[in-house]
């Protein structure tokens, strides 16, 4: 009688922990590393973990239509940053981990 007891009373505490696995994370999953749609994130540049190197950060600027890029280097969120051109304009770029490129306003 003890030993179904005890065996009763393991899988009560063990029930909870088998539960707690399945739950959806906590964690936001609504920002997707990448876009999907091919928008630009209205929060860019967001800031993270940044897989890019300098050459695929350079080919996004350019890609977006910038020309003359210069001074390119990751800060400290994980933000490529440079200083380029676009239709006659010359200002600060950003990409973000997601690929986002903006230019400051």
């Known amino acids: 009688m003890k030993k179904l007891a005890f065996s009763l009373a393991?899988?009560?505490l063990a029930a909870p922990v088998a539960f707690a696995q399945s739950e959806t994370p906590k964690t936001s999953q609504t920002t997707p590393a990448m876009p999907t749609s091919g928008e630009t994130n209205p929060g860019a540049p967001v800031a993270g973990k940044n897989?890019?190197?300098e050459a695929q950060a350079k080919s996004r600027i350019e890609n977006a239509g910038y020309t003359?890029?210069?001074?390119?280097k990751?800060?400290?969120q994980?933000?490529?940053r440079a200083m380029a051109s676009k239709d006659g304009k010359q200002?600060?770029?950003s990409v973000d981990f997601q690929g986002n490129v903006v230019m400051a306003k």
């Open 51 to 53: 897989s890019f190197t």
């Open 78 to 80: 994980g933000v490529w």
């Open 68 to 72: 003359d890029v210069s001074g390119l």
């Open 10 to 12: 393991a899988i009560c």
């Open 91 to 93: 200002g600060s770029v």
């Open 74 to 76: 990751l800060d400290d």
